[in-house]
Antibody, heavy 119, light 106 residues
Framework: QVQLMESGGGVVQPGRSLRLSCAASRFTFSSYDMHWVRQAPGKGLEWVAVITYDGSKKYYVDSVKGRFTISRDNSRNTLYLEMNSLRGDDTAVYFC????????????WGQGTLVTVAS | DIQMTQSPSTLSASVGDRVTIICRASQSISDWLAWYQQKPGKAPKLLIYKASSLESGVPSRFSGSGSGTEFTLTISGLQPDDFATYYCQHHNTYWTFGQGTKVEIK
């Protein structure tokens, strides 16, 4: 069964940086586009970013453009989200998700890692 | 950008009820619409894709319909395990989610 495990969350002060990781296993990581989705406490799901299977293309939600960077290391089967200039409204559980096939569905998700931005 | 709007935000129902959740897109998305179920503290679970295709392993009491801008998720015969929050999502070029519908016990 596909496994995705996020790490790197924690408490960080406004304006600081944090890097999230998502370790993938039990599938050919280098063949799949990968996403980050977040969920603020008590709120709905918000798509954050996507990276193509080879890292050549990246897309972001407007609210994180210029502050967040999605990347991947296919040799380590790991997805990353570098978050800079963090704000209070970035507080959320961050999920990584695999985009499965031609239908472009988010078919497998990790359990999420909590990022809290507070002074 | 495409916006997805769900209604209602909260739905109170009893075991055995038939419930329907509506999702509207701000512009036509053909049938590129998925539905997810999420329980507290858990990751979302894919239920339906391409508006009406049931994901493998999902009970047949879940069904989806619609195309263009209006879609529905129906649960026929609500079970205790179905009390959760449901999200629609445009999949394909964008991955915008609706704001969610919480199905709670009446």
């Amino acid at each position: 069964q596909v496994q995705l495990m996020e790490s790197g969350g924690g408490v960080v002060q406004p304006g600081r940086s944090l890097r999230l990781s998502c370790a993938a296993s039990r599938f050919t990581f280098s063949s799949y586009d990968m996403h980050w989705v977040r969920q603020a406490p008590g709120k709905g799901l918000e798509w954050v970013a996507v990276i193509t299977y080879d890292g050549s293309k990246k897309y972001y939600v407007d609210s994180v453009k210029g502050r967040f960077t999605i990347s991947r290391d296919n040799s380590r089967n790991t997805l990353y989200l570098e978050m800079n200039s963090l704000r209070g409204d970035d507080t959320a559980v961050y999920f990584c998700a695999r985009e499965g096939g031609a239908l472009r569905l988010l078919d497998f998700w990790g359990q999420g890692t909590l990022v809290t931005v507070a002074s | 950008d495409i916006q997805m709007t769900q209604s209602p935000s909260t739905l109170s129902a009893s075991v055995g009820d038939r419930v329907t959740i509506i999702c509207r897109a701000s512009q036509s998305i053909s049938d590129w619409l998925a539905w997810y179920q999420q329980k507290p503290g858990k990751a979302p679970k894919l239920l339906i894709y391409k508006a009406s295709s049931l994901e493998s392993g999902v009970p047949s009491r879940f069904s989806g319909s619609g195309s263009g801008t209006e879609f529905t998720l129906t649960i026929s015969g609500l079970q205790p395990d179905d009390f959760a929050t449901y999200y629609c999502q445009h999949h394909n070029t964008y991955w915008t989610f609706g704001q969610g519908t919480k199905v709670e016990i009446k």
